[in-house]
């Protein structure tokens, strides 16, 4: 059975004998025993010989053209497709040559060049040589490669590239798709100055120089021996690059056919390109040696034990011809086997099944618990629905609430009240600063006005008789009758003392009297909250046109970039028309000038330090919470794979802005996180990189930005003078401007809230028309200069933003940019006074003008508002994933790019309106709530520590009560608990005899 099945492979593996005795070296030699490389030691079964100044046409039997159109290619940075045509292939007979050509590219980004593979696909592992002439030089860069290629991964690349100017032109070698760096290849002008030094060449010719170095741009011998251990390059003799792979187990590891051919796809990193005229490129012949992947390694020893390395032909023997037979089978491409196996499918349904119950669960509790069903359940409380409140009357229903749990009644509105606590316990809402210091319930200023927390030493939520306090407040039937009629009345506010009877009427205890102060009285409705809407409004328009300019920086980059390549001549227009006004980099500075505008306003109204502290103790984690959890959900999906589409993007868009990286460890997320919380801008954090757009960048002006507007605010308000403290103002902001820093921004932010609230400028324009239309004439003006920089050079030869740029210092010489090497057009962090004036133009605006704030509090934006955050956090994740896998998904369907680009892009938006109810109250979850519980921790004094068992006596789970301590207060001594209240069954007993009895203390 065994010689049965053999059998097949025996048969084989004579056929190739036969045929091996039909190649023969120069001396004779028989080379059916193989091709033995003394170099690498290696013996090689199988060879393909060609010499193309013998022949007059391609050998069909050992390469098969190739013609072929590609939808899309994977790189970051090839904005060109390929294609291929045999009419782009041709042996040349007068240059005993193959010659590849490459058109130039056509109005759809298509390079059509020239190319074939070898027909067999079971090629594993050899020596490959062949002698190339690279590309002419000034036609625009193309590459000359020779590929091994089973797919995206197991690759390796050798090519030859011209590069657009021929001091780029230099050799590439690649392994497993790499990014094209330098330093993986050898530049043109090394190769043409070094000698060169292990002259392995099996054919010199004529393209030696007199230093006996190469000439690139003439035939030169490129090789690449492919073996089990290692990967090494050559170049005119040279190895310029091995791989041992045990360093990199990535390396091409599987049966792969060898390709050969000339293309471009505009590269820059590469090849650059692609060409503007007809180029060639010319391959005088191929010398492979190798081993079949059909062979056995019972065949493998049956072979070297039959053949001695002494039969073999030499792989240096430039007078071998012929290639050796293959059968069909060698012509299929190789599979991998599924290494799935039947045990494993029970488990894998078992946890199938079991997420899709875990996700039913949640999803019926999060439907259960949604917030429209809590809402609609206390709209039917008798209090009435609930309103939105300002901070001076959120402490009057914190303290009604407590009262409520006190007295033993129902509480209908804790949760209400716990909600606006998170409300407005948010630095970052928009809100107006008319608040005043709220008292705390338990004596003294509150951690924070609306905040309230569980004392010890209080009461719990269920009725309680236990003494847990200094004084002991008993509440009778009769005044809990009381507090529901003083309830029903409208508008109650008791300002009484209130005498409280005790509950026993045996009992010896006097009459306590609590002034209303200590004991929290219901209140009146709070009074609506005075949120500015029109701010609202302003900071949603300016997330809106950032999310439309990356939308558009990713697919349609002509309408934001000048000179980008276009799909259509609408694309054009609209850069030169409707992108200087909403597509570019101005409204971002509203987001800077609007949260300086409320983060200092507070402390210019009442002068307490304790907003300082307020604002630089939550303003970090506030923002950073809810950004690391983001940028770890998008680390764990980009290695999943989501933005897999992305790299494919810009063969098909056109637009090299959008490319992503992982993180190399979790410790690098680690590190860049906490770089982006003290990197000073205008540094961009690494983070940029590893995040969905770039946007990131800005957190770090908000940050360092905070601190910088929270001193200057404790400077400004010292300075009692009019002209003194404007001329301050002038003083910082023109520094920070001139030194090219956002601070510029923050400064006009806190400006204007200076004006706002210490000056009440608005009233005094409006009682002032002269003043008035003066001061909205000249802000327009200023958003006009703003537009007009950016309209300039859409219709002129004069760019507003570089002439700016130049006048700054350059910080490393201290010469103007214009003088360096750094000047030009500024990068995109850095900030213009365009934008500089726009942005306190619009502010101005939005803040003295009626019809613009009716226009911004409009219901649409409104509610866009709260989720602006999540907005800002995950557009890029929702266009660079869905909408890129989308994009490649219609492309590779035909679809034309103006249908595509539609179609991603409602539905890109769709999505992310989707994700908002979802990922929007887990942001405000993990930014607000855990930042209130900092702060309070910061801020407040926390209760005195209690024993485990307190209010319960030491000794309640055990048998023998310890001696009583020498203590007298009710904590170090249980026993004066225990003497006055009874044993713990008494008391559990008294407990539930008067469930509406509690204790509790001020």
């Known amino acids: 059975m065994i010689l049965f099945s053999a059998f097949p492979f025996y048969v084989l593996l004579v056929a190739l004998a036969s045929v091996r005795a039909d190649i023969t070296g120069g001396d004779g030699k028989n080379c059916s025993c193989g091709f033995y490389d003394a170099l690498t030691k290696e013996l090689f079964t199988d060879s393909i010989i060609v010499y193309f100044n013998e022949t007059t046409g391609l050998p069909l039997d050992d390469f098969v053209v190739q013609s072929y159109t590609n939808a899309y290619e994977k790189s970051w940075n090839s904005r060109y497709r390929q294609g291929a045509d045999a009419a782009n292939i041709k042996v040349n007979t007068s240059d005993s040559s193959l010659e590849l050509y490459v058109s130039p590219p056509n109005s759809h980004h298509l390079v059509v060049g020239g190319g074939m593979r070898t027909s067999r696909r079971d090629i594993h592992y050899g020596s490959f040589r062949l002698l190339m002439q690279s590309p002419a030089q000034k036609v625009g860069g193309s590459a000359l490669s020779m590929i091994f290629q089973y797919n995206d991964t197991q690759v390796t690349e050798l090519s030859v590239m011209n590069a657009d100017k021929p001091k780029d032109a230099w050799v590439g070698t690649f392994l497993h798709a790499e990014f094209p760096t330098r330093d993986l290849g050898v530049n043109f002008t090394v190769l043409t100055d070094n000698a060169a030094a292990n002259r392995n060449y099996s054919v010199l010719g004529n393209n030696t120089l007199a230093n006996g170095s190469v000439n690139p741009w003439d035939y030169t011998e490129y090789r690449v021996d492919w073996t089990k251990d290692e990967t090494n390059f050559y170049i005119g003799g040279n190895c310029t690059r091995s791989v041992l792979h045990k360093d990199d187990e990535s390396l091409l590891s599987v049966p792969a056919p060898v390709y050969f051919k000339h293309w471009s796809t505009g590269n820059d990193y590469s090849m650059g390109g692609p060409p503007t005229q007809l180029s060639v490129a010319k391959i005088a012949w191929i010398r492979m040696f190798f081993n079949s992947s059909l062979m056995t390694e019972d065949q493998h020893t049956e072979f070297a034990a039959r053949c001695p390395v002494t039969d073999a032909c030499s792989t240096d023997d430039i007078t071998i011809r ?84 006190a007295s033993g009644l129902p509480s ?15 630095d970052l809402i928009i809100e107006r600063a008319d608040v005043t210091p709220g008292t705390s319930i338990y004596g003294g200023e509150s951690s924070r006005a609306g905040s309230f927390r569980w004392d010890s030493r209080g009461t719990t939520p269920y009725a309680s008789n236990f003494n847990t306090s200094v004084e002991k407040f008993p509440i009778t039937k009769s005044f809990q009758d009381r507090i529901a009629q003083e309830q029903e009345k409208p508008g109650f506010v008791s300002e009484e003392t209130i005498a409280v009877q005790a509950e026993d009427p045996d009992s010896k205890k006097p009459t306590a009297t609590v002034e209303a102060s200590e004991v929290p009285a219901p209140k009146a409705a709070p009074a609506p909250r005075t949120r500015i809407d029109y701010l609202a409004g302003l900071v949603a328009i300016c997330a809106t046109l950032v999310t439309v300019m990356h939308f558009g920086l990713t697919f349609v980059p002509a309408i934001v970039i000048p000179g980008a390549p276009i799909h259509y001549r609408s694309e054009f227009w609209v850069q030169k028309i409707v992108s200087p006004f909403i597509l570019n980099q101005m409204w971002l500075g509203v987001f800077f000038t609007t949260s300086t505008r409320f983060l200092v306003a507070k402390y210019l109204k009442d002068g307490n330090l304790k907003n300082i502290a307020h604002g630089a103790i939550r303003r970090t984690p506030r923002l950073m919470i809810p950004i690391t959890a983001v940028v770890l959900l998008e680390y764990f999906l980009i290695n999943c794979g989501v933005t897999k589409y992305l790299e494919y993007l810009p063969s098909i868009t056109w637009s090299t802005w959008p490319f992503v990286t992982q993180f190399s460890t979790f ?88 004006l706002d609230i210490t000056y009440k400028y608005r009233p005094w324009l409006y009682a002032r028309p002269a003043a008035y239309y003066p001061l909205i004439i000249f802000c327009w003006g200023c958003v006009a200069a703003g537009f007009a920089a950016n309209i300039a050079p859409n219709w002129t030869d004069y760019n507003f933003a570089t002439y700016e740029n130049n006048i700054h210092p350059d910080t490393q010489s201290g010469l103007p940019l214009g003088s360096t090497d750094n000047g030009g057009y500024p990068a995109y962090y850095v900030p213009r006074l365009n934008g500089l004036l726009f942005a306190v133009g619009m502010q101005a605006i939005v803040e003295v003008s009626p019809a613009v704030q009716w226009f911004l509090s409009n219901r649409v934006l409104i509610l866009v508002f709260p989720h602006i955050f999540t907005i800002y956090l995950l557009h890029g994740l929702v266009f660079w994933s869905w909408g890129s896998w989308l994009c490649v998904f219609l492309a590779s369907r035909g679809f034309s790019y103006g249908v595509n680009v539609i179609i991603v892009g409602f539905t890109s938006y769709g999505v992310l309106i989707m994700s908002l109810p979802i990922i929007t109250p887990i942001i405000e979850a993990l ?20 024993r485990t068992l307190f209010p319960f006596p030491e000794d309640l789970f055990l048998e023998e009560a310890h001696p009583p301590p020498t203590a007298s207060d009710v904590e170090s001594n249980p026993s004066h608990w225990s003497e006055k209240n009874g044993s713990a069954d008494s008391i559990y007993k008294s407990s539930s005899e008067n469930k509406s009895s509690s204790r509790f203390s001020t």
Not at 367 to 379: E, F, L, Y
Not at 695 to 704: D, E, F, H, N, S
Request: charged share 20%.
């Open 412 to 426: 209908p509105n804790l949760k209400s009240a716990h909600d606006f606590r998170k409300k407005m316990d948010d």
């Open 667 to 754: 410790g690098h997320f680690i590190s860049e996180v906490l770089e982006l919380i003290f990197i000073i801008p205008n540094a961009v954090p690494q983070i940029t990189f590893n995040y969905c757009t770039g946007v990131l960048w800005t957190i770090a002006v908000q940050l360092q930005g905070s601190w910088l507007v929270l001193l200057g605010a404790v400077v400004v308000r010292e300075i009692r003078t009019p002209w003194k403290r404007f001329g301050y103002y002038a003083f910082c902001i023109l520094n920070h401007w001139y030194a090219q820093s956002w601070g510029s921004y923050l400064w006009f932010g806190l400006m204007l809230a200076d």
């Open 322 to 405: 012929g290639s050796s037979s293959y059968p069909q089978e060698a012509t299929n491409q190789w599979k991998q086997a599924d290494p799935r196996q039947v045990k494993r499918m029970p488990a894998l349904w078992i946890s199938v099944i079991c997420i899709a119950m875990s996700s039913l669960l949640l999803l019926h509790a999060f439907i259960r618990r949604a917030p429209w069903r809590k809402s609609k359940a206390t709209s039917g409380h008798g209090h009435g629905p609930v309103q939105q409140t300002s901070e001076h009357a959120l402490p009057e229903m914190v303290d009604s609430e407590e009262a409520t749990l």
């Open 927 to 946: 930014g607000k709530d855990i930042t209130t519980l900092v702060w309070e921790t910061a801020s407040s004094k926390s209760p005195p520590r209690r």
